[in-house]
């Protein structure tokens, strides 16, 4: 696609010498900027910096949602999405487009022409994308609805502490006049006070689960509850009545690979929760089911408490299988358990197709095999997205 375009491609290294004559350095989220020494060089010569983001919100003419959080913000985005998609009608502005991206889905940037000033963006937000916004968001114009799911230590080997990773997910209200919104759950906020931080002079909006809708939506757990009580209210501010509210967030499909039923096979049904890469996150996802479960668990270990995912998993599985870089320390987690509750069959693999098989002779009728990780992919995938895949793959595969 650029074989057309005076561009110079260089693979595999940064030589400083990319550096000369540089007028801009557009810095991929993913790179740390504090540890990259290519980086660091560009701002000692002088070279600004800016992101894909912040290029699009210099752009972008239309109002911007944007919602953040450490777990449930894709699915609050998608949910949100879907609510003033399908009901542009009743929305403020009648817009003739939503839109949908960040850190979800693909970059907006060529669609820039045609997004119209009275159209909708929903953007997902990571800590990464959000943590230079006091310095290289200057001039990009302030989100029209934050939003901002919850808090809990997350990516603490990039941000350094709590502290810094809650300041980069409070930098999405950065700017907001008094006439904006910042919609917040109940315990973010609390973290936010306990680290002595407070929100703008947006309208606050703080909600909790919509509890009107248990047992009524297609997605399941009460984390998803959570979900809905954010995109309700972010439904409700820009003008959609309670009933188009309700109904919408009950047809909700959900998302890939965020407690996704793959199949039901031999009386046993299969969930795919590889977007579950922080313990926290397998915690919620084992709370969804009344049922017993066979848990599939881990990936690259990184040095984050095991404790109360242990616990959890002791009340609330038949057998567990441990697999990747993480399962030894999983593995010893669930057994210091053994002196104060009964702990369930655990049993640790390398080869991850042996270990989805091993969960398919654990389980009984009834039950439900859950792949919820609980750790980052990387150690034996590319992403969550490959690993969910390969999941299904082998389950679907059953004959």
């Not at 820009?238 to 039901?264: A, D, S, T, Y």
Request: charged share 20%; hydrophobic share 40%.
């Amino acid at each position: 696609q650029l074989k057309d375009f005076p561009i110079e491609f260089h693979f595999g290294s940064h030589p400083v010498e990319l550096l000369d004559g540089i007028d801009l350095l557009v810095v991929n989220p993913a790179v740390d900027k504090k540890k990259s020494t290519f980086v660091q060089q560009a701002v000692a010569r002088g070279i600004p910096l800016t992101t894909e983001m912040n290029l699009f919100l210099e752009r972008c003419p239309a109002r911007i949602i944007g919602v953040t959080g450490s777990v449930g913000k894709s699915t609050t985005t998608a949910m949100i999405f879907d609510l003033l998609s399908a009901n542009r009608d009743h929305l403020v502005g009648s817009p003739s487009r939503v839109w949908m991206g960040g850190n979800i889905g693909e970059s907006l940037l060529p669609f820039l022409p045609k997004i119209a000033s009275n159209d909708y963006v929903v953007l997902e937000l990571s800590s990464y994308q959000l943590e230079d916004w006091g310095s290289l968001s200057a001039n990009h114009r302030a989100i029209h609805v934050a939003v901002i799911t919850n808090l809990i230590p997350q990516h603490l080997d990039r941000h350094g502490d709590f502290l810094s990773y809650i300041r980069a997910k409070l930098n999405i209200q950065l700017g907001q006049p008094f006439d904006d919104y910042l919609v917040i759950n109940r315990q973010a906020l609390s973290a936010l006070k306990e680290h002595g931080l407070e929100t703008g002079p947006a309208h606050l909006e703080v909600y909790g689960p919509a509890m009107e809708l248990a047992g009524q939506m297609r997605v399941m757990g009460e984390h998803n509850l959570h979900n809905a009580g954010a995109a309700g209210c972010v439904g409700r501010i820009l003008g959609l009545p309670e009933e188009v509210v309700r109904e919408g967030l009950k047809q909700f499909k959900g998302l890939e690979h965020r407690l996704e039923f793959v199949r039901e096979f031999e009386g046993v049904k299969y969930y795919n929760d590889s977007k579950s890469t922080l313990p926290a996150a397998t915690i919620t996802a084992l709370r969804a089911f009344d049922q017993k479960v066979v848990l599939l668990v881990g990936g690259v270990d990184k040095p984050v408490s095991l404790e109360e995912l242990a616990s959890v998993i002791c009340e609330r599985t038949r057998g567990v299988i441990c697999f990747g870089e993480a399962r030894t320390r999983i593995h010893a987690a669930i057994q210091t358990m053994e002196s104060v509750q009964p702990i369930p069959k655990i049993l640790s693999v390398h080869e991850f197709n042996g270990g989805v098989n091993m969960a398919r002779r654990l389980a009984q009728p009834g039950d439900v095999v859950l792949f919820s990780p609980g750790c980052q992919s990387f150690d034996q995938f590319n992403n969550y997205e490959d690993r969910g895949r390969h999941f299904k793959s082998v389950v679907q595969g059953w004959a």
